[in-house]
Nanobody
Framework: QVQLVESGGGLVQAGGSLRLSCAAS????????MGWFRQAPGKERQFVAT????????YYADSVKGRFTISRDNGKNLVYLQMNSLEPEDTAVYYC??????????????????WGQGTQVTVSS
């Protein structure tokens, strides 16, 4: 069982930056693939980024590639999403998620077993 708590959301102007954090409970954090998803009003939850258990590999949605960076600190049970050059289209609730190790279909919500409650990110134009 893993419990996830996101933080770091807020209001930022276009072109600005935010860093989201996700704190995980449990002693098995380092065995999970971690991911970030987001959900804008009236839209489905969509994949943003994912990272392998060791942090050695990452994968991003095309819409955030080159602007967002996912990272993790297994010693502190934390995963981060550094968001730069934010655009109004990035406005959404951002969710942290944990899934089993493996690198198949990592963009699918069904590949993640545990979810946080979400943190709001609002980008003004």
């Amino acid at each position: 069982q893993v419990q996830l708590v996101e933080s770091g959301g807020g209001l930022v102007q276009a072109g600005g930056s935010l860093r989201l954090s996700c704190a995980a409970s449990g002693r098995t954090f380092s065995t999970y693939r971690m991911g970030w998803f987001r959900q804008a009003p009236g839209k489905e939850r969509q994949f943003v980024a994912t990272i392998t258990p060791t942090g050695g590999s990452t994968y991003y949605a095309d819409s955030v590639k080159g602007r967002f960076t996912i990272s993790r600190d297994n010693g502190k049970n934390l995963v981060y999403l550094q968001m730069n050059s934010l655009e109004p289209e990035d406005t959404a609730v951002y969710y942290c998620a944990a899934g089993p190790a493996g690198w198949s279909a990592v963009t699918l919500r069904s590949m993640y077993n545990y979810w946080g409650q979400g943190t709001q990110v609002t980008v003004s134009s």
